[in-house]
């Protein structure tokens, strides 16, 4: 059983945590380890990351066949999209269009950024090199970034078509529909769909945030330039 560091009076003295499921474990590991792996990449030592977790660094092993292992963990942890869906869900609908966009694109930036912190520190400790990247790595919201990546007026806006499990569409559908849902009051007065505007705007996001070198764009000016164009003191209805 892991144990864990007690806040007592002597020093080094510890005592047996609550008894944990092999999942609870993994999961407890792995939000302890992954600051440390945004900041180290793959030098992170698992002595490190049990002292952060306070338990023996044995205990990692019992849940982690090995360091790899334990790393393809915090990869698949900093994609998943839980607490950009929750960032999504709370926009209030009440808002103006422009006010509702700016904060999913805040949201979406945030989210990106922590992909881009562990994947990044990753790369460059050379761990990822010449690996198959992990589905929807870089994107956030799993979104195709490659020549074959549809985002225009013919993407496919056919919610009844399931995608294939596993896959880089599958990983982006929830956010996609979370910010399909904050274009769907203005249904009657848009050019496109809610469904393929989202998936412009996902598209436009991330590919604004992904653009390395250059001095990013305030949220409020691109979400203008996708509603009202590129003309000066355009705006819609």
């Known amino acids: 059983m892991a144990e864990a560091v007690e806040a007592t ?3 080094g003295r510890r005592r047996r945590a609550p008894g944990m499921s092999a999942d609870e474990r993994r999961a ?4 302890a380890a992954l600051p440390l792996v945004a900041e180290y990449g793959a030098a992170v030592t698992t002595a490190k990351v049990a002292r952060a977790a306070g338990i023996g660094e044995a205990t990692i092993f019992r849940v982690f066949e090995d360091k790899d292992a334990l790393l393809a963990a915090c990869v698949a ?17 009440d808002q103006p269009l ?8 805040d949201a979406m930036r945030e989210h990106l950024a922590r992909i881009g ?6 790369h460059a400790t050379g761990h990822l090199r010449g690996r198959e990247a992990p589905k929807g790595e870089g994107t956030g919201t799993g979104a195709r970034t490659g020549p074959d990546a549809r985002t225009g007026p013919d993407a496919r806006t056919d919610a009844s078509a399931a995608p294939v499990p596993g896959s880089r569409e599958e990983a982006m559908a929830a956010p996609l529909a979370a910010v399909t ?9 848009l050019r496109m769909t809610p469904e393929a505007l989202a998936r412009v705007f996902v598209a436009l996001g991330q590919a604004e945030t992904s653009s390395a070198g250059q001095e990013g764009v305030d949220a409020r000016e691109l979400v203008e330039l996708f509603l009202y164009g590129a003309f000066d003191g355009v705006r819609g209805g």
Do not use: K, Q
Not at 28 to 31: K, L, Q, S
Not at 99 to 105: H, K, N, V
Not at 181 to 189: C, K, S, T, V
């Open 98 to 105: 422009a006010d509702r966009l700016t904060e999913a694109l």
């Open 28 to 31: 407890m590991i792995v939000t």
């Open 181 to 189: 849902a904050l274009f769907e009051p203005e249904r009657d007065r």
């Open 117 to 122: 912190a562990v994947i990044g520190a990753l």
């Open 77 to 93: 942890e900093a994609l998943r999209p839980d607490a950009l869906l929750t960032s999504l869900a709370a926009i209030s609908l």
């Open 9 to 11: 009076g002597a020093p």
